[in-house]
């Protein structure tokens, strides 16, 4: 029995700092190349500043010089996306994918899940969380007794920063109702 890890890159917030996206995918692409093992890239949210198609065509093109030509981005709704546009997931061509639609998904490996939530709750109805919840429910009974489950999403659960002054609802929600999930 062979395990494959679960290698990948991890990043946030690209929006339309396009120069600081040009260094970190740099650093991106020797870290690549040293690192065959790695499987695929996070960007954890706000990968653009409004989700306007001139701003995901500029993303792209960095990225595409630099490490999209060999992992896939795994792409995380941060509350950017949603100033115009919500379809992000049709942006980018996902793999391994059971999608709901709604820009909360799982992906499978050999040896891990991933858990790819929607935490922009203050843009969501009462309804649309409970059915996020329930599918995190069911995925997590799904998968966590088999293999180990890797969770992520935008907006942080605690933070001493501007999350609490400009959207406070987003932490304290993840806190009170996706916390317990995750300890039990």
């Known amino acids: 029995f ?16 396009h120069a600081e996206h040009r260094k ?14 790695l499987k695929f890239v996070i960007n954890g949210g706000d990968i653009v500043q409004t989700g306007i198609d001139t701003e995901y ?33 049709r942006r980018f061509k996902l793999y391994g994918t059971r999608s709901t639609s709604k820009n909360y998904y799982a992906i499978d490996f050999v040896t891990a899940t991933l858990l790819v939530l929607n935490s922009n ?17 069911s995925a997590l009974r799904q998968y966590s007794p088999i293999k180990p489950v890797l969770i992520t999403y935008h907006h942080p659960a605690f933070s001493s920063g501007m999350s609490n002054v400009f959207q406070p ?10 916390l317990p999930l995750f300890e039990e």
Do not use: K
């Open 2 to 17: 062979h395990e494959e890890a679960v290698s990948f890159m991890f990043i946030s917030d690209t929006q339309e700092f």
């Open 121 to 137: 709750i203050d843009q969501m109805t009462i309804s649309e969380q409970a059915a996020q919840n329930s599918w995190l429910e």
């Open 24 to 37: 970190t995918s740099d650093l991106m692409r020797r870290l690549m190349l040293e690192h065959p093992e």
């Open 169 to 178: 609802g987003n932490p304290r929600y993840i806190a009170e109702h996706w």
């Open 57 to 89: 065509e500029r993303y792209h093109a960095i990225a595409a010089d630099n490490y999209t030509f060999r992992l896939p981005v795994i792409p995380v709704v941060g509350n950017h996306e949603y100033r115009e546009d919500l379809g992000l997931l």
